[in-house]
């Protein structure tokens, strides 16, 4: 049973950062990929950054490219979302996945399989 428990968010001043962490466990995850995705109310899961769990390769979204870092530790079975600068815009609930498909199918929620309950993290203008 695949489980993903992602921690870290919280509030922050505009500019500020954060850095959220997931932990996986119930399988290895060579061959797949671990996404973040974030969430406002009234609106679909959005996504953020992918990194392959082999390569450590990584995609971001536009919005938030330069500005967030993805990175896996293979030793500790978890993926880090790294986020600087933040803006207002970035408020939302964060979740991961586990996914798999080329790097347009990752960018959609249909390319995974389990998903983290989600942490919160709101940005203060």
């Known amino acids: 049973q695949v489980q993903l428990v992602e921690s870290g968010g919280g509030l922050v001043q505009a500019g500020g950062s954060l850095r959220l962490s997931c932990a996986a466990s119930g399988r290895t995850f060579s061959g797949y990929a671990m996404g973040w995705f974030r969430q406002t109310p009234g609106k679909g899961r959005e996504f953020a950054a992918v990194i392959t769990w082999s390569g450590g390769d990584t995609l971001y979204a536009d919005s938030v490219k330069g500005r967030f870092t993805i990175s896996r530790d293979i030793a500790n079975s978890s993926v880090y979302l790294q986020m600087n600068s933040l803006k207002p815009e970035d408020t939302a609930v964060y979740y991961c996945?586990?996914?798999?498909?080329?790097?347009?199918?990752?960018?959609?929620?249909?390319?995974?399989?389990?998903w983290g309950q989600g942490t919160q993290v709101t940005v203060s203008s």
């Open positions: 996945g586990v996914g798999t498909g080329t790097w347009s199918r990752l960018r959609l929620t249909s390319a995974y399989n389990y």
